[in-house]
């Protein structure tokens, strides 16, 4: 909204600096920091006045409830703190005319919808569990079906199918998935989602960590969405995409915002309402600017919490015994014995790594 600040240049000179993706995607980071900052303390007197806080019993590890013992009682559903900046950022500093900024956040209010709904469940013990699994994993679906639809209907037609594949010259081997695409695109947005909702498990690892992933989006939407950088480094150039540029910058400044209350010990959790939302919002990124496959490396700290809980379900089901000590992967290294703020630096250290290679990416093609 405020990009057309720009037209009033005429006037007020400096108001030029709106017409910048750059300069509006740095402003939009600080001030969706600034939201969740701001709203944070107050939100979580609300949430602790409604008795909206975190069931930490674990009926099927004792070993797992004595250890987050200290979380009882702790406010849930920050994520509402999270969306809200995001919009809010988003709204101000993006160009609503962009497609993908609206889809984005469209994608993002319906997972974090979903979330609040799973939420809702738990914690009024409708469901100890909160959503039936297959229930929610079929309501996930349904609005990934609807996100390829709308990304079908509004994307960049010339490259809404097709795959890129690091490594690869784009000229010589850029194929076009044709009918398998929706398959792809509901396992890429539903994976995502739920990678990063089984990573919210322990104080600022799934913030921290979509953050870093966030900023790498940043960064490969800018060039995604520059004619001259996405020839230079031989990816597609994604009409009207850049604008994404500045919604994921909100989204890190949101992220940190969050964090500043997230971080151990935590004041609040994010719960389902922001671990869906921001999960398929990235997902949701990735798959606009046709870097799905960068997505598996600068997230793969969420592939590996994804793949630990179906590599413990499926040894579960088809040996009788675990994998792993305790799924998903961060709880294993728990039980390993590692500290919890041992465990949640040293995977944000190799969440750096891997979005650095995600970035080194786009010097491979």
């Given at each position: ?154 994307g960049d037609v010339r490259h809404v199918t097709h795959l890129l594949v690091p490594g690869t010259k784009m000229a010589e081997f850029y194929p076009d998935l044709g009918a398998m695409y929706a398959p792809f695109f509901l396992l890429v947005l539903v994976g995502s989602s739920n ?171």
């Open positions: 909204m405020l990009k057309y600040l720009a037209n009033l240049e005429d006037l007020y000179g400096p108001l030029r600096v709106f017409d910048s993706i750059t300069f509006r995607a740095a402003v939009g980071m600080v001030v969706a920091f600034l939201a969740a900052l701001a709203a944070g303390p107050g939100f979580i007197r609300l949430l602790k006045r409604l008795r909206v806080t975190e069931n930490m019993d674990k009926p099927d590890s004792a070993e797992l409830e004595k250890l987050h013992h200290l979380k009882r009682d702790t406010p849930t559903m920050g994520g509402i703190i999270l969306v809200c900046a995001i919009v809010v950022g988003g709204v101000l500093f993006a160009d609503a005319t962009s497609p993908y900024v609206w889809m984005t956040l469209v994608v993002l209010l319906a997972f974090a919808t979903l979330g609040l709904v799973d939420d809702y469940v738990k914690l009024r013990r409708i469901r100890p569990g909160g959503l039936a699994r297959p229930v929610k994993l079929i309501a996930q679906f349904v609005l990934a079906a609807g996100a390829c639809l709308m990304l079908c209907a509004f990678a990063v909702n089984l990573s919210d498990g322990l104080d600022g690892l799934a913030a921290g960590l979509v953050a870093l992933v966030a900023l790498t989006f940043t960064v490969l939407a800018y060039a995604a969405g520059h004619a001259e950088v996405s020839t230079y480094l031989r990816i597609p150039f994604v009409r009207h995409s850049g604008e994404l540029t500045v919604l994921c910058a909100t989204v890190v400044g949101a992220t940190l915002g969050f964090l500043w209350f997230n971080a151990h010990p935590a004041r609040v959790f994010m719960g389902d309402t922001g671990s869906l939302g921001l999960g398929a919002a990235i997902g949701f990124a990735a798959l606009s600017v046709k870097q799905e496959l960068v997505l598996l490396v600068c997230g793969g700290v969420f592939v590996v919490e994804a793949v630990s809980v179906l590599l413990q379900i499926a040894s579960c089901r088809t040996r009788g015994k675990r994998l792993l000590r305790c799924a998903p992967f961060h709880h294993h290294l728990e039980f390993s014995g590692w500290h919890e703020n041992h465990v949640v630096v040293r995977l944000w250290c190799i969440g750096i790594v891997l979005a650095a290679l995600g970035l080194a990416s786009l010097k491979m093609h």
